[in-house]
């Protein structure tokens, strides 16, 4: 039983990183970029953001979350 609630939780970063790569899809693919950042991170001293530029890397990002999904399973 914890084995499995181990895998389930496990595989929660993957399935919300597959998500992000389906709900961008749009823009990514229609040429655009996908940025996120969060200001809030700068009161601590961090600069930290996220991009997307092009399918090359969105359709690479949705591979590797799926394999990492497969993996644990």
Known sequence: MAARFV??????APIVGLGCCW???AVVFDGGWWCNSWPWLT???LNLSFRLDGPRIS??????????ILVIL
């Open 59 to 68: 359709v690479f990002a949705a591979a590797d979350q799926g394999i990492g």
């Open 7 to 12: 895998r389930l939780a496990t595989m929660a």
């Open 23 to 25: 709900a961008t899809r």
């Open 43 to 45: 009161q601590i001293g």
